[in-house]
């Protein structure tokens, strides 16, 4: 099954080797199918031994490999293991492994991600609501609070907020 060239429009005979991080989750599942009725192959690593693309027929192989937030070095060390094993040509990061992987200059050829800033300054709240003020889009009304001054500041009487880590859900 080939796709379809953006260049020309026409079917494509370039077909990659693609990794994906965390196949726990229903979301790298979905991918891997689509990916693989693309006609790309598709493999998978993920901290846990059981995961829900491991019994997927959409997925060549898997990788269990360390949880990144646990062993940066060791998560890093067999992601490359699994990129020359497989012979990877492109890793599609699914989760907040992507900042660890955007930090690895070895990977960043093989990655599908933005530079480490750009990530960091989308992930940011704050930075993505200052982003979305300068180029004239609308969004909700967002503070930096740094401290116990910058609360007293707000009006905790009239106006119902919501309070986030600048990083994080």
């Not at 889009?137 to 910058?150: G, V, Y």
Request: proline fraction near 7%; charged fraction near 25%.
């Amino acid at each position: 099954m080939s796709h379809l060239d953006p260049a020309n429009n026409k079917p494509s005979t370039h077909l990659l080797r693609i990794l994906l991080t965390n196949g726990r989750f229903p979301v790298a599942l979905d991918l891997g199918r689509q990916l693989k009725r693309a006609g790309h192959t598709v493999y998978v690593v993920d901290p846990m031994h059981f995961h829900v693309c491991k019994f997927s027929r959409y997925v060549e192989d898997c990788k269990e490999v360390p949880a990144p937030r646990d062993d940066r070095e060791g998560y890093l060390e067999a992601v490359k293991g699994a990129v020359k094993h497989f012979s990877i040509q492109l890793i599609i990061p699914l989760h907040e492994e992507i900042f660890y992987l955007a930090q690895e200059d070895e990977l960043l050829p093989y990655l599908f991600a933005p530079n480490f800033h750009t990530l960091l300054s989308l992930h940011s709240k704050w930075e993505f609501y200052q982003t979305l003020k300068k180029i004239g889009l609308s969004a909700p009304e967002t503070f930096l609070i740094k401290n116990r001054s910058d609360i007293d500041q707000l009006d905790l009487k009239h106006t119902e907020y919501a309070l986030k880590p600048v990083f994080g859900r």
